[in-house]
């Protein structure tokens, strides 16, 4: 059984940063990809960014402004987020794929107040 647990959300000024963790805990896989998605009320979940073996993407969004970083060792990831922005705000989702399946955390909230 895979485990996917974020922390570091919270409540931040605009133009202000915050750093959210992921790690998928678990025995006996190999985790493919593993990302960020978000979603704010009345809205569709959205893309943030994800590491597939090395190679990342981000949303428009979010280019130049956030960071992931991620350790395969740990089967960690970590979104560094500056310059933040009110519609930033949403409740972040990790999740991380081991073969065609992918498991998702349970989210954590941030808010970005103008």
Do not use: H
């Given at each position: 059984?895979?485990?996917?647990?974020?922390?570091?959300?919270?409540?931040?000024?605009?133009?202000?940063?915050?750093t959210?963790?992921?790690?998928?805990?678990?025995?006996?896989?190999?985790?493919?990809?593993?990302?960020?998605?978000?979603?704010?009320?009345?809205?569709?979940?959205?893309?943030?960014?994800?590491?597939?073996?090395?190679?990342?993407?981000?949303?428009?969004?979010?280019?130049?402004?956030?960071?992931?970083?991620?350790?395969?060792?740990?089967?960690?990831?970590?979104?560094?987020?500056?310059?933040?922005?009110?519609?930033?705000?949403?409740?972040?989702?990790?999740?991380?794929?081991?073969?065609?399946?992918?498991?998702?955390?349970?989210?954590?909230?941030?808010?970005?107040?103008s």
């Amino acid at each position: 059984q895979v485990q996917v647990v974020e922390s570091g959300g919270g409540l931040v000024q605009a133009g202000g940063s915050l750093t959210l963790s992921c790690a998928a805990s678990g025995s006996g896989f190999r985790i493919n990809t593993m990302g960020w998605y978000r979603q704010a009320p009345g809205k569709q979940r959205e893309f943030v960014a994800s590491d597939t073996r090395g190679l990342t993407n981000y949303a428009d969004a979010v280019l130049g402004r956030f960071t992931l970083s991620r350790d395969n060792a740990k089967n960690t990831v970590s979104l560094q987020m500056n310059s933040l922005k009110p519609e930033d705000s949403a409740v972040y989702y990790c999740y991380a794929r081991i073969g065609t399946v992918g498991y998702w955390g349970q989210g954590t909230q941030v808010t970005v107040s103008s």
